[in-house]
């Protein structure tokens, strides 16, 4: 019997996980073509708490979300999605249609929604290192100024709601309750200098891992 199978082309592997059967998902075909119905995004179908001291108010199909010291951020839905209050005290968004386009923005709203409430509870934080002989940065109120090895000094004006912090002119930290303006802000700055993978010069994150090569050998 077992031969059978494996002549068959059947094996005792598990099928991946793209491959399992869900009881929840159908094959349907719509003006001639297949399609799966029914999908739910893991990330879109979690949901959202609020910590203490933010005050969360919903109209149509925008959210704001305010904190204690009177930040406040909102987020504009689209009319695939609607948003429910919970007996628990959560928020959870749900799709009013079973398209494409409502499977795709169903777990990213819902990650934009759950950042703002971990930005205005708890903040964000990128830490960025400086690594090269004479690379400096500093910080004058509002201004940010970096020593890149560049025959002039490179200057960023930091956006509002962002915080720089240096120390000892080589580590840059950058906090801030939007987590979208502060990733953006930091992929500006380490653009400016990318690490090189010979010798690790550059910015980079302190959690980045830089793959090194070995450079060139002279003839022996």
Do not use: W
Request: some cysteine; proline content about 5%.
């Amino acid at each position: 019997m077992q031969a059978s199978l494996l002549q068959a082309g059947v094996h005792n592997r598990p099928l991946p996980i793209r491959a399992r059967p869900c009881a929840r998902r159908q094959l349907v075909v719509v003006a001639g073509k297949k399609r799966i119905v029914g999908k739910e995004s893991r990330i879109g179908c979690k949901p959202i708490s609020i910590p203490t001291g933010l005050q969360v108010n919903v109209e149509g199909q925008t959210v704001t979300v305010k904190n204690t010291k009177g930040l406040s951020m909102s987020e504009t839905l689209p009319n695939l999605l609607s948003v429910e209050t919970l007996e628990n005290g959560t928020l959870r968004l749900r799709k009013l249609e079973d398209t494409r386009k409502a499977d795709q923005v169903h777990g990213l709203f819902r990650s934009l929604t759950n950042n703002m409430m971990l930005g205005l509870s708890e903040g964000f934080k990128k830490e960025m290192q400086l690594v090269g002989v004479g690379y400096r940065a500093f910080v004058d109120g509002d201004v940010l100024t970096l020593s890149l090895g560049f025959s002039h000094p490179v200057v960023f004006q930091i956006p509002e709601g962002i915080k720089a912090t240096v120390v000892r002119a080589v580590s840059l930290t950058l906090e801030g309750h939007d987590k979208v303006a502060l990733g953006d802000f930091a992929a500006k700055i380490r653009s400016m200098r990318k690490p090189e993978p010979y010798k690790g010069k550059g910015i980079k994150y302190v959690d980045e891992v830089i793959r090194r090569k070995e450079g060139k050998r002279g003839k022996k």
